[in-house]
């Protein structure tokens, strides 16, 4: 039996600012459709039939990437939700190594560089999307973390189901 699930890439959280952004996603994110934790979305939709060779360029990228640096920056508008804005420019140019590998096999969304965020809120009343970015942007504080690794699941409609984690090399350990 085939599995045509698709893959769902994402840059894992360090896991102070993981369980926070959990906390607020548990609290603001309508209950029907909050399946998931906090997470960074890298790739959407990654075809199944790339299953194995996407593991390998994974766990090779993982190999020679220490955790990547990145900012929480501000509270994002994203119509009928809100989210966290994340800047990185070595987590996108990673993302851009992936996606030219894969050229010629992502989506239409897939496609395109994210804009990178942490989904707080979403597909609520505009007004209550508002007033949550109001309350949110009054204690706000930007803040330097780094991304411990990438993680890999499979979409299956509901909950993800996890594949596999690609931790990132520590600091000062040379590849063998």
């Known amino acids: 039996m085939s599995d045509d699930a698709p893959f769902i890439l994402t840059a894992e959280l360090p896991a102070d600012l993981h369980r926070w952004a959990t906390r607020l996603r548990d609290r603001h994110f309508p209950p029907e459709r909050n399946f998931l934790e906090a997470h960074v979305t890298l790739f959407h939709a990654l075809p199944s039939l790339l299953g194995d060779e996407l593991q390998t360029l994974l766990a090779r990228l993982a190999s020679e ?13 994203l119509g009928r939700g809100t989210a966290l804005k994340v800047s990185s420019n070595d ?9 030219e590998h894969f050229h010629g096999m992502l ?23 508002r007033a949550l ?9 930007p803040r330097d973390f780094a991304f411990p690794g990438m993680a890999l699941f499979r979409y299956r409609g509901g909950p993800w189901e996890a594949v596999r984690r690609f931790a990132f090399r520590p ?3 040379r590849r063998s």
Do not use: W
């Open 65 to 77: 990437n220490a955790p990547i640096p990145a900012r929480l920056d501000s509270v994002m508008n």
């Open 91 to 99: 987590l996108l140019a990673l993302r851009d190594r992936i996606a």
């Open 107 to 129: 989506t239409a969304q897939d496609q395109h560089r994210p804009r990178l965020h942490i989904t707080v809120q979403n597909k609520v009343p505009p007004a209550e999307a």
């Open 133 to 141: 970015r109001s309350e949110l942007a009054e204690e706000f504080a």
């Open 171 to 173: 600091p000062g350990r």
